[in-house]
């Protein structure tokens, strides 16, 4: 069974930090670009960030940009999203979902739609 299974939401002050982890199976980990989303409430899906498969290359929201940071380990099948400066406005279930490379890994960002595999998704709630 192919499966994203994302841990390390959770509730933090404004200007804190947290790190979410999203674990891979079933599937080939590294043939896979990967994407984190989010969803607040009554708000539509929206890309945070992504990453390429074997090169790395990553691209940001400008809403986070400069604040998350988004690395994997093909070794251990796992994707991070590192996340500081919080604002309460990063409030939403944060979501990781695996695809098919595009040839710009910002595209990524704006097609949620592409992507093929997706975890159940992790709530992180900042207060003020």
């Known amino acids: 069974e192919k499966q994203l299974v994302e841990s390390g939401g959770g509730l933090v002050q404004a200007g804190g930090s947290l790190r979410l982890s999203c674990v891979a199976s079933?599937?080939?980990?590294?043939?896979?670009?990967i994407g984190w989303f989010r969803q607040a409430p009554g708000k539509e899906r929206e890309g945070v960030a992504s990453?390429?498969?074997?090169?790395?290359?990553?691209a940001y929201a400008t809403s986070v940009r400069g604040r998350f940071t988004i690395s994997r380990d093909n070794a251990k099948n796992t994707v991070y999203l590192q996340m500081d400066s919080l604002v309460p406005e990063d409030t939403a279930v944060y979501y990781c979902?695996?695809?098919?490379?595009?040839?710009?890994?910002?595209?990524?960002?704006?097609?949620?739609?592409?992507?093929?595999?997706w975890g159940e998704g992790t709530l992180v709630t900042v207060s003020s």
């Open positions: 079933g599937f080939t980990f590294a043939d896979y670009a």
């Open positions: 990453i390429s498969n074997a090169v790395g290359s990553t």
């Open positions: 979902a695996a695809g098919v490379e595009p040839y710009y890994i910002s595209t990524i960002l704006g097609h949620p739609d592409g992507m093929d595999y």
